[in-house]
C-alpha cells in the first residue's frame, strides 16, 4: 500500500532508500574539492595562533620587501615574504582568514534573518503588508550597495561590528524577495490550507512548515553570499574603509601592496590568491549543499 500525502509527509516515497548527504558529497568531485578547499580555510582560521610563524602586527624595518623563500634574497624565515614595514606575510594572510570568513558568514545571517522574515510575513500576509514590505525592498534596491555602504561606514567609522551590520542590512533585499515568491505559491498548497482550517497559528505555519520549503532555494544565495561577502569587504579594506589596524584582512593587505605592484609583487599576489581559492571552494561546496536540500534531488536520487 502506498504511503499517502499528508502535510506531514508531501512526497511520496517509492521504496528505495534515500541517499545519505555524505553519499551525494561522493558522487561530486567539485563538492569534495570544494568542501577540501573550504576545511583548509576554517582551520587555519581557527589555529591562526598556532600557524602564524610570526606575529603579524610586529614591524621590522630590518626585514621590508623580502621576497618569498624560492626567490633570489628570500628568507627560509619568511615564507611569503615581508611587506614594505617588516610584517611577516604568511602570518598576516593566516590571520586575515580570520577576519574575512568572520565578516561573510556573520553578515549573511544577518541578512538572512531579516530577509527570510520579512519575505514570510509580506508573501502569507499579503494585502498593504506586502505593498508596503515590498516598496522598503524597492527603495533599497534602488540604492548601490557599494554606495550605502561606504556612506555608513563614513558616518559611523570603520569597525569589525559596524562592517557585519552594514554589510547584512543592505543583503537582505535579496532573500526577501526570494521568499516572498516562494511564499506565494506554498501558501496555496494543501498542507498549508490544512493548517489554517484546523487552527494552526500563523507563527507555527511560518516557522515549522514555510521556512523548511524556502531553505533549498536559500541555500544556493546563501552560498553566493558569503563568498561575494569576503569580495566585498576585501574591496572595502582596499578602499581604507573596512578593516582597521592592528586587524588584518586580505582587502587591507592587498591595499598595502597596490604600490608595490611592479617591484615587490607578493604584497598583493599572494593575499589575492587567497581570496580566489577561498570563494572558490565557497562556490563549489554551494552545489553540494543544493542537492542535499532541494526536495526535487532527493526525488530524482531515488528514482
Request: hydrophobic content about 50%.
Amino acid at each position: 500500500m502506498s504511503t499517502p500525502v499528508t502535510a506531514a509527509n508531501p512526497i511520496k516515497h517509492t521504496g528505495k532508500k534515500r541517499k545519505y548527504p555524505f553519499k551525494i558529497l561522493f558522487q561530486s568531485r567539485t563538492g569534495i574539492l570544494g568542501l577540501i578547499i573550504l576545511s583548509v580555510f576554517i582551520i587555519v582560521a581557527l589555529l591562526a595562533p598556532l600557524l602564524a610563524p610570526h606575529d603579524h602586527t610586529k614591524v621590522d624595518i630590518t626585514a621590508t620587501l623580502i621576497p618569498p623563500v624560492w626567490s633570489d634574497g628570500g628568507n627560509p624565515d619568511h615564507l611569503l615574504g615581508t611587506d614594505h614595514m617588516g610584517r611577516d606575510l604568511l602570518s598576516r594572510i593566516i590571520y586575515g582568514t580570520q577576519v574575512s570568513l568572520l565578516v561573510g558568514v556573520s553578515s549573511v545571517v544577518v541578512a538572512g534573518f531579516i530577509g527570510i522574515w520579512i519575505g514570510l510575513i509580506s508573501g502569507y500576509y499579503g494585502g498593504w503588508i506586502d505593498n508596503l514590505l515590498m516598496r522598503i525592498v524597492d527603495s533599497f534596491l534602488a540604492i548601490p550597495n557599494i554606495l550605502f555602504t561606504l556612506v555608513i561606514l563614513g558616518v559611523f567609522g570603520p569597525s569589525l561590528v559596524t562592517l557585519i551590520l552594514v554589510i547584512g542590512a543592505t543583503n537582505w533585499v535579496n532573500y526577501a524577495r526570494i521568499v516572498r515568491s516562494e511564499v506565494l505559491s506554498l501558501k496555496e498548497r494543501e498542507f498549508i490550507k490544512a493548517a489554517k482550517t484546523v487552527g494552526v497559528k500563523d507563527f507555527y505555519i511560518l516557522s515549522r512548515h514555510l521556512v523548511p520549503n524556502v531553505m533549498s532555494s536559500l541555500t544556493v544565495v546563501s552560498t553566493l553570499s558569503v563568498a561575494t561577502t569576503i569580495i566585498l569587504e576585501a574591496s572595502l579594506s582596499f578602499l581604507g574603509l573596512g578593516i582597521k589596524p592592528p586587524d588584518v584582512s586580505w582587502g587591507g593587505i592587498l591595499s598595502d601592496g597596490r604600490d608595490y605592484l611592479a617591484t615587490h609583487w607578493w604584497i598583493a599576489t599572494f593575499p589575492g590568491l587567497a581570496i580566489t581559492f577561498c570563494v572558490l571552494g565557497i562556490i563549489m561546496l554551494g552545489d553540494w549543499l543544493r542537492d542535499i536540500f532541494d526536495p526535487r534531488s532527493n526525488i530524482k536520487n531515488d528514482i
